[in-house]
């Protein structure tokens, strides 16, 4: 071996030595989220906390009284039933320990403060209005040790404007889920200016950790997927409003036209109008001259009705019958 390949070598083995110490540093940073408390137990937060408690988190979900608790504890359960069937099918003893390990992480508790009393990481997963979310992050920074990361699985609201009355701006972050979560396979990690490389790594780590791809994003509006997705679905309504074509025809349009999995009208249905409207309402109003951001009167319309989409029954498609 000649110097300059000898030289190579040892450098090599530097490199190898100094990201080995790298991995090690990340790896514990990743074995620090253990223990999850996620805000809110609806569709998006009882998502979260199954695929938490699916890759071995212990979690706690939160919200204001144990009816709720209990539907979304029966949710979860619900959807654990069709992750088994799938990866358990062979093995039907396999899939009963699955679901009772799984189930055996998750508790539940009305009383958010002390809920974030042993948490690594909280993710909020609340309604979608800043003063309540600000209100929730005022009350837990006080509350939880000085080490858990906050996080917020907002669609649309600003992560800095939600981190505001937080001290630790530092370790706050989005998290930004996708429904179905358990079928959904992305995370948009969200920092903010403050947001420290330690926390963002902590964040990524995490939706690694439960199995998605994760995806990073400034504190933009809709961060990537809901600023393309949201005015696309608008557009459809508009094209419908229009009478160039019927809700029917543009949604097997997409579906066998472009690979989409649900056509706009089937997709604003299961997420549901009220949320879609917020997001635009929001948007038309810190946006005012962008046209991809007016409010849709059908949307305005439907959601006035209290048709919401599937959860109500009724919203562009009826599901009662
Ligand atoms: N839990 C567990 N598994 C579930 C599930 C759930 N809640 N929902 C569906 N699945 C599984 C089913 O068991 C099934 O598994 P299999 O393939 O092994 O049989 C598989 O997913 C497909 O489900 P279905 O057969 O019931 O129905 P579809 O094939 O029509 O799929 C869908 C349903 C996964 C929802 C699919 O239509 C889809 O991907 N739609 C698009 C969803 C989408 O775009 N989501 C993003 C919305 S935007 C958002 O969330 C952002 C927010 O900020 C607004």
Same mark, same amino acid.
């Given at each position: 071996?000649?110097? %300059?390949?000898?030289v190579?070598?040892?450098?090599?083995?530097?490199?190898?030595?100094?990201?080995?110490?790298?991995?090690?540093?990340?790896?514990?940073?990743?074995?620090?989220?253990?223990?999850v408390t996620? +805000?809110?137990?609806? $569709?998006?937060? !009882?998502?979260?906390?199954?695929? *938490? !408690?699916?890759?071995?988190?212990?979690?706690?979900?939160? /919200?204001?009284?144990?009816?709720?608790?209990?539907?979304? =504890? *029966?949710?979860? $359960?619900?959807?654990? *039933?069709?992750?088994?069937?799938?990866?358990?099918? /062979?093995?039907?003893?396999?899939?009963?320990?699955?679901l009772?390990? &799984?189930?055996? $992480?998750?508790?539940?508790?009305?009383?958010?403060?002390?809920?974030v009393?042993?948490?690594?990481?909280? =993710?909020?997963?609340i309604?979608?209005?800043?003063?309540?979310?600000?209100?929730?992050?005022?009350?837990?920074?006080?509350?939880?040790?000085?080490?858990? +990361?906050f996080?917020s #699985?907002?669609?649309?609201? !600003?992560?800095?404007?939600?981190?505001?009355?937080? $001290?630790?701006?530092?370790r706050?972050?989005?998290l930004?889920?996708?429904?179905?979560?358990?079928?959904?396979?992305?995370?948009?990690?969200?920092?903010? /200016?403050?947001?420290s490389?330690?926390?963002?790594?902590?964040?990524?780590?995490?939706?690694?950790?439960?199995?998605?791809?994760?995806? %990073?994003?400034?504190?933009?509006?809709?961060?990537?997927?809901?600023?393309?997705?949201?005015?696309?679905?608008?557009?459809?309504?508009?094209?419908?409003?229009?009478? /160039?074509?019927?809700?029917?025809?543009?949604?097997?349009?997409?579906?066998?036209?472009?690979?989409?999995?649900?056509?706009?009208?089937?997709?604003?249905?299961?997420?549901?109008?009220? =949320? &879609?409207?917020?997001?635009?309402?929001?948007?038309?109003?810190?946006?005012?001259? #962008?046209?991809?951001?007016?409010?849709?009167?059908?949307?305005?319309k439907?959601?006035?009705?209290?048709?919401?989409? =599937?959860?109500?029954?009724?919203?562009?498609?009826?599901?009662?019958?």
């Amino acid at each position: 071996m000649n110097v %300059s390949s000898s030289v190579l070598k040892m450098s090599f083995i530097n490199l190898t030595k100094s990201c080995t110490r790298g991995l090690a540093t990340s790896v514990a940073r990743m074995a620090t989220i253990k223990n999850v408390t996620i +805000i809110g137990g609806g $569709q998006m937060g !009882a998502g979260i906390a199954q695929v *938490a !408690a699916q890759t071995g988190h212990r979690v706690v979900v939160v /919200d204001q009284s144990d009816e709720i608790l209990l539907k979304s =504890v *029966a949710g979860i $359960q619900k959807s654990l *039933a069709r992750v088994v069937k799938k990866k358990f099918a /062979d093995d039907p003893s396999g899939g009963e320990s699955f679901l009772k390990t &799984t189930m055996a $992480q998750i508790s539940t508790a009305t009383d958010a403060e002390s809920a974030v009393k042993e948490a690594d990481l909280v =993710v909020e997963a609340i309604v979608e209005n800043i003063k309540i979310k600000q209100n929730l992050f005022e009350k837990l920074d006080k509350a939880a040790p000085q080490n858990t +990361i906050f996080a917020s #699985n907002t669609s649309s609201l !600003a992560i800095s404007e939600i981190a505001q009355t937080s $001290q630790r701006k530092d370790r706050f972050g989005g998290l930004h889920f996708f429904n179905p979560v358990p079928v959904m396979k992305l995370v948009e990690v969200v920092r903010i /200016d403050e947001t420290s490389d330690d926390t963002f790594n902590s964040l990524v780590a995490f939706g690694q950790a439960v199995g998605k791809t994760t995806v %990073s994003c400034k504190d933009t509006p809709g961060f990537i997927v809901n600023r393309l997705l949201v005015p696309y679905l608008m557009e459809a309504v508009r094209l419908m409003d229009r009478g /160039d074509a019927s809700a029917r025809d543009i949604d097997v349009g997409m579906k066998l036209g472009a690979g989409h999995p649900m056509g706009p009208f089937e997709l604003l249905d299961y997420v549901g109008l009220d =949320v &879609t409207k917020f997001i635009m309402d929001g948007w038309h109003k810190d946006f005012p001259d #962008n046209p991809l951001f007016n409010p849709s009167p059908s949307i305005d319309k439907l959601v006035a009705e209290g048709k919401l989409g =599937v959860k109500t029954g009724e919203g562009f498609y009826n599901y009662k019958k």
